[in-house]
């Protein structure tokens, strides 16, 4: 791991200015701030807080890093973890990414230089190089919900290859062959197991293999917008659609609503596709058709995240675990169509 002299040495300035710009101090020159700053980058160097607090004695205090507080599965998480971390006697700092690698970075920076007992995070992407830096200094970290290759951390996730079954089963139970997928960034864990998930069920169930219905976006709403107009302008016409997250749901319903009916004779309007979401959301019930779900138990992940996240820093071994989803069929609800069909346990 870089240290500041690692860092001094190739912005070519001493180790007392390094030291300064590091240090956040005003006291520097411009050109001085620029090339340290450069320098610590091109280093992925972190400053050794935690190590030396950690040495010196316990804050009870708890990073959290969550993807998108917007998404009301990182709220739920959010909470369940502060109330775990509260009952144990632990604040929380609760920072948000933003689904933005760089804003990631920067709230890992931060973390490593204030005085935290450890960090649950929900990782970005495939860059495990200030994660490393950050256990290598010393500090306990837990992933949430996703994680990262490369790096043995205990991790708290989403069986998300059950829930992908579950809902597949249910819609091939109704009779759909041609349904939809809209899925989650590749370069996100989460993204990649539910579209692998995805791709076996489908052809175990004997569903359409038509690429044009597979399109992906980035967890938020408006990218299910986009990735579902690209499935219906290929000229594929699903007849249900599992969308791989809450927010994206949304987007997945917005567009269908705004193509409208589709085609010469445009029988079907496109807003009766069938939808299912992975992750379900209050206002799913409350939409007609009411929008059937595998619910994902955020409150379980953020909970037995803190479990772990403290087991390691008392010097235990914290456990990794897959929470299992359930299904939740709306098909009978005043609103829904009719019929349904035994998702599997």
């Given at each position: 791991?870089?240290?500041?002299?690692?860092?001094?040495?190739?912005?070519?300035?001493?180790?007392?200015?390094?030291?300064?710009?590091?240090?956040?101090?005003?006291?520097?020159?411009p050109?001085?701030?620029?090339?340290?700053?450069?320098?610590?980058?091109?280093?992925?160097y972190?400053?050794?807080?935690?190590?030396?607090?950690?040495?010196?004695?316990?804050?009870?205090?708890?990073?959290?890093?969550?993807?998108?507080?917007?998404?009301?599965?990182f709220?739920?998480?959010?909470?369940?973890?502060?109330?775990?971390?509260?009952?144990?006697?632990?604040?929380v700092?609760?920072?948000?990414?933003?689904?933005?690698?760089?804003?990631e970075?920067?709230?890992?920076?931060?973390?490593?230089?204030?005085?935290?007992?450890?960090?649950?995070?929900?990782?970005?992407?495939?860059?495990?190089?200030?994660?490393?830096?950050?256990?290598?200094?010393?500090?306990?970290?837990?992933?949430?919900?996703?994680?990262?290759?490369?790096?043995?951390?205990?991790?708290?996730g989403?069986?998300?290859?059950?829930?992908v079954?579950?809902?597949?089963?249910?819609?091939?139970?109704?009779?759909?062959?041609?349904?939809?997928?809209?899925?989650?960034?590749?370069?996100?864990?989460?993204?990649?197991?539910?579209?692998?998930?995805?791709?076996?069920?489908?052809?175990?169930?004997?569903?359409?293999?038509?690429?044009?219905?597979?399109?992906?976006?980035?967890?938020?709403?408006?990218?299910?917008?986009?990735?579902?107009?690209?499935?219906?302008?290929?000229?594929?016409?699903?007849?249900?659609?599992?969308?791989?997250?809450?927010?994206?749901?949304?987007?997945?319903?917005?567009?269908?609503?705004?193509?409208?009916?589709?085609?010469?004779?445009?029988?079907?309007?496109?807003?009766?596709?069938?939808?299912?979401?992975?992750?379900?959301?209050?206002?799913?019930?409350?939409?007609?058709?009411?929008?059937?779900?595998v619910?994902?138990?955020?409150?379980?992940?953020?909970?037995?995240g803190?479990?772990?996240?403290?087991?390691?820093?008392?010097g235990?071994?914290?456990?990794?675990?897959?929470?299992?989803?359930?299904?939740?069929?709306?098909?009978?609800?005043?609103?829904?169509?009719?019929?349904?069909?035994?998702?599997?346990?």
């Amino acid at each position: 791991m870089a240290t500041i002299k690692d860092v001094a040495a190739l912005a070519g300035v001493s180790l007392g200015t390094a030291s300064r710009v590091l240090s956040g101090s005003s006291q520097t020159s411009p050109d001085s701030r620029a090339r340290v700053t450069a320098a610590a980058k091109e280093l992925n160097y972190i400053a050794n807080g935690p190590a030396r607090s950690l040495r010196r004695s316990r804050t009870d205090v708890l990073g959290l890093l969550v993807s998108d507080i917007r998404n009301p599965f990182f709220s739920e998480l959010a909470h369940a973890a502060e109330r775990e971390a509260q009952r144990r006697g632990y604040t929380v700092l609760l920072a948000n990414a933003d689904e933005d690698a760089d804003q990631e970075a920067a709230y890992l920076r931060t973390f490593a230089s204030q005085r935290i007992d450890g960090l649950l995070i929900a990782p970005q992407g495939s860059d495990v190089t200030p994660l490393h830096a950050l256990r290598d200094g010393g500090l306990p970290l837990v992933f949430v919900d996703r994680s990262v290759e490369g790096l043995d951390v205990p991790t708290i996730g989403t069986d998300n290859e059950d829930g992908v079954r579950r809902a597949l089963t249910w819609l091939h139970g109704r009779g759909h062959r041609e349904v939809a997928f809209v899925g989650g960034p590749p370069e996100v864990s989460t993204g990649r197991e539910r579209r692998a998930a995805f791709l076996r069920f489908r052809d175990e169930l004997g569903l359409s293999a038509d690429p044009r219905l597979v399109a992906h976006g980035d967890f938020r709403a408006e990218s299910g917008v986009e990735a579902m107009h690209a499935v219906l302008a290929s000229g594929a016409r699903p007849t249900a659609v599992l969308s791989a997250d809450g927010l994206m749901t949304l987007g997945v319903a917005r567009a269908l609503r705004e193509a409208g009916p589709v085609g010469a004779d445009a029988a079907e309007p496109l807003d009766a596709v069938e939808i299912v979401s992975f992750d379900d959301l209050d206002w799913f019930s409350l939409v007609s058709p009411p929008i059937s779900a595998v619910r994902n138990d955020a409150t379980a992940i953020g909970r037995l995240g803190v479990t772990a996240l403290v087991d390691v820093i008392e010097g235990r071994p914290g456990a990794s675990h897959r929470v299992a989803t359930s299904f939740v069929d709306r098909s009978g609800e005043p609103g829904g169509s009719a019929g349904s069909a035994e998702a599997g346990a």
